[in-house]
């Protein structure tokens, strides 16, 4: 299994089967070494609607046959454009044929901007569990800091978090830094930042404040280095 980041909030998880991606934002991400054309993808996973992370979902998914797997005001949402999807609720957990997914909430909101202007409700913002194979995995989504990132750790075995440091929108660095003590995962990569001016950061100043997992600082393309069984 090979993980991968890509700029902003973008993850690929490429298994012998499957390729998974979450929140693919890759057309007008100036940070992204992906093109959205050429990717090729069985599994979208969204943490929200908001456009820098919904992205290129829609015509991903309609030029693939993928399914998308999103909370579920915002799967309703993009199951009129014809997509097949799968529903799910804050606090639920499903088995699908490539590993287990289960939404944990999310402190920010939720809404999709159309061409036109008019504003999606997109229902509860999440972060995503997502256990592959022996290994699991929590993208936290855009979130500020909230104390039952304690829960999510004390009740599950993680081994990589991606986690938001950009501030303004999200945790900046010295709450992200708590979370991670929060939620112990073995490594942690830090995302959502640097991609706008708002939320310009230097990621080295995270990597000081951490000192209970390894921090794995990637450029888009990098993926995730395993030093453990």
Not at 80 to 100: K, L, P, T
Not at 171 to 180: H, L, Q, R, T
Not at 201 to 217: C, G, R, W
Request: hydrophobic share 40%.
């Amino acid at each position: 299994m090979q993980i991968s980041y890509h700029g902003h909030s973008v993850v690929k998880i490429q298994t012998n089967a499957h390729t998974i991606l979450i929140d693919p934002f890759i057309t007008g991400n100036g940070q992204t070494d992906l093109v959205a054309s050429e990717e090729k993808v069985d599994i979208i996973l969204l943490t929200h609607g908001h456009n820098d992370h919904l992205g290129d979902t829609v015509d991903l998914a309609k030029r693939n046959g993928a399914t998308v797997i999103a909370t579920f005001e915002l799967a309703n949402y993009i199951e009129s454009f014809g997509i097949n999807v799968h529903a799910m609720g804050i606090g639920g957990a499903y088995d699908f044929e490539f590993g287990r997914v289960k939404f944990t909430q999310a402190f920010h909101s939720n809404s999709y901007t159309t061409e036109s202007g008019e504003i999606i409700y997109g229902g509860m913002p999440a972060g995503v569990l997502l256990t592959l194979q022996d290994k699991t995995i929590y993208h936290a989504g855009d979130t500020g800091l909230f104390g039952d990132m304690k829960l999510i750790g004390d009740r599950n075995d993680i081994d990589i978090a991606f986690l938001p440091i950009g501030d303004n929108f999200t945790m900046g660095p010295e709450d992200a830094a708590y979370a991670v003590q929060l939620l112990k995962p073995q490594i942690v990569v830090p995302v959502h930042y640097n991609t706008f001016p708002p939320i310009k950061q230097d990621p080295q100043i995270f990597k000081n404040l951490v000192d209970t997992a390894e921090v794995q600082v990637l450029r888009a393309g990098d993926s995730v280095q395993w030093n453990r069984d």
